[in-house]
């Protein structure tokens, strides 16, 4: 059976393909060329490699809380449900045709929000809030709010590991976010301010605390406010890595397998980390917080 076969029954019975299959076929008219810039543009870069985990853990969480969407169904009428996927379709269509691709896919995960309520009504898609809001970490954030995001950290990542180095004894300087140290000169790009580990950790810790922890929403906000620190002090470490790298090595050493291995390593660091922040607050509060299975 395929999987909108599967889905069939949560949407309103067997003969749910049967009924609305020119809408099915519409929906993936829309999306293909979206979905097809996003996995060749996006989802290939360091930026973006976090979407596939999170597409397919979203909509596998999607599909599990389907039921309990379907125990509170209450479709709109006709003009109710139908208006709003005609107005984020004409916001697809208007973004594609004006080339503004990052809006062109918000559009489109508007359409899928409105065709949800469309068949479920308003309080089934409240109950799929935290996968409808995980899912959005797979769309690519727009390259203005990614260069407002990450100047600020490499200005401080380069100033602070230059100052750190300094007071260890190296020869080490820092021009904005170029670093000169002996005779090298490196410069802190927007994968080493730590963007992409924070939003991909983001993602994952969102996941990890809604599994385990989403009958106390309080901890799930400590948690999720522990990935910042936990993420920038990663990266950090991970520069201030590559620069003793640069200095001992090399720098056709520091940016070869060194330079991705040291950012694995970084993050998978960061990643326990927040696990072991979760076990010591479990025990330093005298409790868990275990979530439902779902």
Partial sequence: ???FAKLAPYFGGQSWLARYWPVVVGVALLSFPTLQFIATESW???QGSHGPLVLASGLWLLFRLMPDAKAVRDRPPLFRGVLPVLLATMLV????????IELEVYALYLVYIALLYAFLGWRAVVRLWFPLIYLAFAVPMPDSLIALATNPLKLWISQSAVTLLYQAGYPIANSGVIIHIGQYQLLVAAACAG??????????TLFYVYLTHKSNWKYMV?????????????????VLILILLTFYAG??????FLHNFAGMTTFAIALVSIYVFDQLCQKITGRGAPGRAV
Avoid: K, W, Y
Wanted: charged residues 15%; without cysteine; aromatic residues 4%.
């Fill in 1 to 3: 059976m395929s999987d």
């Fill in 44 to 46: 290939t870069t360091e």
């Fill in 93 to 100: 269509l208007a973004f594609r045709r004006a080339a503004i």
């Fill in 195 to 204: 963007l992409n580990s924070l939003i991909t950790l983001s993602a994952l």
């Fill in 222 to 238: 400590v948690l999720i406010a522990a990935v910042i620190p936990i993420a920038i002090f990663a990266n950090l470490m991970r």
């Fill in 251 to 256: 720098e056709a050493v520091a940016q070869g």
